[in-house]
């Protein structure tokens, strides 16, 4: 074994690596450094290698046999020093070849009592967008400068999209995997930043072919939004003017995004997600005005009867019986903060995937949907016949 192998064998292990950074570059290669770190996933302990370009950030999870062999390649071909950090001491690997290896060790005091391996995908420290790194559509939008800075004023931009992304990211595993490209949907998209998120998201970052349709009513968004499009060379990306309750897409649709659509508009986007089977819906729902005024229930009065309590339970009414709906309908459905509710009271995100069913007649099943739940519901809240059920009920 060389003098290389044989201390990444001693110093990177499972139970004592806490982080480790590859730097020096011996090439003009587009990698700057590699940081590894371990992490728990669904199929155990990995080492998580990213790989940061000058504009991107490219993630790779390996064994550790596989790590130490990534490791050993690299020190020979593009980097002079590796800096580790693990539970019990900070080391220093400096290698120019296999068997010239210098190895300098500072041991931890025992009474700080050593580090924590920390295992946990800490997702607020460990953005999918990092600061520092530009990215192509961030700095065409204004978010970042073009050194990668976040622009103070966008910071809650940045932010927002991070979220997004995770909650992309997390409905990764019900999206198909198939020759074809994934097709997206995002009903009314605004100046599209999340589409745009969207796009770089699966293309550059996953390396999967793409097709995105971006809906809004107004026209010169719309015309800025296919304009940014093609100055970034998104190939997959189109914007059109449309409502969703007019639009059809000829064939399938993977995945349905709709931000703030208002009232009964978010409704039209979970008919639409059933009636194309989409594997996965996101929403973050505004305006809920169709059961304001239909809302009764005598034990809630002291609610109901004051404005403002009223509009924010119809709020939690609404998004509850959204969730009933497309739970009886085949989806799983999660309703989960989108960003802090310290920034708006409204945003709060459905996320629903669908569930497989034997035959997978769509028309059968849902003739035999239990609308029992949804029922009773209704019968709480005095709903009658919402617009939701009346337009699922015909798909």
Same mark, same amino acid.
């Given at each position: 074994?060389?003098?290389?192998?044989?201390?990444?064998?001693?110093?990177?292990?499972?139970?004592?690596?806490?982080?480790?950074?590859?730097?020096?570059?011996?090439?003009?290669?587009?990698?700057?450094?590699?940081?590894?770190?371990?992490?728990?996933?669904?199929?155990? &302990?990995?080492?998580?290698? *990213? =790989?940061? !370009?000058?504009?991107?950030? @490219?993630?790779?999870?390996? $064994? #550790? %046999?596989?790590?130490?062999?990534?490791?050993?390649?690299?020190?020979?071909?593009?980097?002079?020093?590796?800096?580790?950090?693990?539970?019990?001491?900070?080391?220093?690997?400096?290698?120019?070849?296999?068997?010239?290896?210098?190895?300098?060790?500072?041991?931890?005091?025992?009474?700080?009592?050593?580090?924590?391996?920390?295992?946990?995908?800490?997702?607020?420290?460990?953005?999918?967008?990092?600061?520092?790194?530009?990215?192509?559509?961030?700095?065409?939008?204004?978010?970042?400068?073009?050194?990668?800075?976040?622009?103070?004023?966008?910071?809650?931009?940045?932010?927002? &999209?991070?979220?997004?992304? *995770? =909650?992309? !990211?997390?409905?990764?595993? @019900?999206?198909?995997?198939? $020759? #074809? %490209?994934?097709?997206?949907?995002?009903?009314?998209?605004?100046?599209?930043?999340?589409?745009?998120?969207?796009?770089?998201?699966?293309?550059?970052?996953?390396?999967?072919?793409?097709?995105?349709?971006?809906?809004?009513?107004?026209?010169?968004?719309?015309?800025?939004?296919?304009?940014?499009?093609?100055?970034?060379?998104?190939?997959?990306?189109?914007?059109?003017?449309?409502?969703?309750?007019?639009?059809?897409?000829?064939?399938?649709?993977?995945?349905?995004?709709?931000?703030?659509?208002?009232?009964?508009?978010?409704?039209?986007?979970?008919?639409?997600?059933?009636?194309?089977?989409?594997?996965?819906?996101?929403?973050?729902?505004?305006?809920?005005?169709?059961?304001?005024?239909?809302?009764?229930?005598?034990?809630?009065?002291?609610?109901?009867?004051?404005?403002?309590?009223?509009?924010?339970?119809?709020?939690?009414?609404?998004?509850?019986?959204?969730?009933?709906?497309?739970?009886?309908?085949?989806?799983?459905?999660?309703?989960?903060?989108?960003?802090?509710?310290?920034?708006?009271?409204?945003?709060?995100?459905?996320?629903?995937?669908?569930?497989?069913?034997?035959?997978?007649?769509?028309?059968?099943?849902?003739?035999?949907?239990?609308?029992?739940?949804?029922?009773?519901?209704?019968?709480?809240?005095?709903?009658?016949?919402?617009?939701?059920?009346?337009?699922?009920?015909?798909?």
């Amino acid at each position: 074994m060389n003098k290389l192998r044989a201390a990444l064998e001693e110093w990177i292990r499972e139970e004592a690596l806490v982080k480790g950074t590859l730097s020096g570059k011996k090439t003009s290669s587009e990698v700057v450094k590699v940081i590894v770190k371990l992490v728990k996933i669904k199929a155990g &302990i990995k080492f998580q290698f *990213e =790989y940061h !370009e000058k504009n991107k950030v @490219v993630h790779k999870n390996l $064994d #550790r %046999p596989e790590a130490l062999e990534e490791i050993e390649l690299l020190m020979q071909t593009r980097f002079k020093q590796l800096d580790l950090k693990t539970a019990r001491a900070d080391v220093k690997l400096f290698s120019n070849s296999a068997d010239n290896c210098r190895v300098l060790v500072k041991k931890l005091d025992d009474r700080e009592g050593g580090r924590v391996v920390d295992l946990s995908h800490n997702r607020q420290k460990n953005y999918i967008l990092e600061e520092g790194i530009p990215v192509g559509y961030l700095v065409h939008l204004g978010v970042q400068t073009p050194e990668g800075k976040v622009v103070k004023s966008r910071y809650d931009k940045f932010r927002q &999209i991070n979220r997004f992304l *995770e =909650y992309v !990211e997390d409905i990764l595993k @019900v999206l198909p995997k198939s $020759d #074809r %490209p994934l097709r997206i949907v995002d009903f009314g998209c605004g100046k599209a930043y999340l589409t745009f998120a969207m796009y770089d998201f699966f293309t550059r970052r996953l390396g999967l072919e793409v097709s995105i349709i971006g809906l809004d009513l107004k026209a010169d968004v719309v015309a800025f939004c296919n304009k940014t499009a093609q100055a970034l060379g998104y190939e997959g990306l189109r914007f059109e003017v449309g409502d969703i309750r007019d639009h059809d897409e000829q064939g399938a649709v993977d995945l349905v995004v709709t931000l703030h659509a208002c009232d009964t508009a978010t409704d039209e986007a979970i008919v639409k997600s059933i009636g194309w089977k989409a594997a996965a819906l996101l929403s973050v729902p505004c305006c809920q005005h169709e059961l304001h005024d239909r809302l009764h229930n005598e034990s809630l009065d002291p609610i109901l009867r004051h404005g403002i309590l009223r509009e924010r339970m119809t709020g939690i009414v609404t998004d509850a019986y959204r969730a009933i709906v497309m739970e009886t309908l085949g989806y799983d459905v999660q309703i989960l903060e989108f960003i802090d509710m310290t920034h708006t009271p409204k945003n709060l995100l459905l996320r629903a995937t669908r569930r497989g069913h034997e035959g997978d007649e769509d028309r059968e099943w849902l003739s035999m949907a239990d609308w029992r739940e949804a029922d009773a519901f209704e019968r709480t809240f005095g709903l009658g016949k919402t617009y939701l059920r009346t337009r699922c009920e015909s798909v």
